[in-house]
């Protein structure tokens, strides 16, 4: 990118604080020691909004990308910022999780299921707030309409 707009110095640094496990039986994120004091009462929550990498998505193309196909609606072309699309200049994604076990002192937060492969890192986790965390009158294209009105009972997984 050799825009005007891009500053090179416009650089921030990010490090994961845990990484997404993923085993035949259940999915959980696994927080390293140094950050596991941050899950203080997050087991009082039901959701938690986690912010991960798509790392199998971070390649320069990918990073270019900006329209795809989302595959939930095949038959539109959409800017990445129109979608939940994994290609993207910063490949940040964001799941809300159903929190079904938080252990502080192992540093692991089992969740129902998350729309990331094994070993993507983890950049946040933010408890979910009702207040904030969703709007009442909402609008969405036409196009989602097929889309359920509430997350489903088993969240999202990498199959959708």
């Not at 927080?31 to 203080?40: H, S, V």
């Not at 979608?83 to 910063?90: A, G, I, K, T, V």
Request: proline share 8%; aromatic share 10%; charged share 25%.
């Amino acid at each position: 990118m050799n825009e005007q707009n891009v500053n090179p110095q416009d650089n921030y640094q990010i490090y994961p604080i845990g990484f997404v496990r993923r085993d035949d039986n259940s999915v959980q994120l696994q927080i390293r020691e140094a950050f596991r004091p941050a899950l203080k009462q997050l087991n009082h929550f039901s959701h938690v909004n986690v912010f991960w990498w798509a790392n199998e998505c971070d390649n320069e193309a990918l990073r270019n990308t900006l329209q795809t196909n989302p595959p939930y609606a095949e038959d539109k072309r959409t800017g990445v910022f129109a979608c939940r699309s994994e290609y993207r200049p910063n490949p940040i994604a964001m799941t809300v999780c159903k929190i079904l076990e938080v252990n502080e002192k192992a540093g692991t937060v089992r969740i129902n299921n998350i729309d990331a492969v094994n070993n993507s890192p983890i950049l946040d986790l933010k408890a979910y707030f009702p207040v904030t965390d969703r709007v009442k009158a909402a609008q969405i294209p036409d196009w989602l309409d097929g889309w359920p009105e509430w997350l489903p009972e088993e969240g999202i997984g990498l199959e959708y």
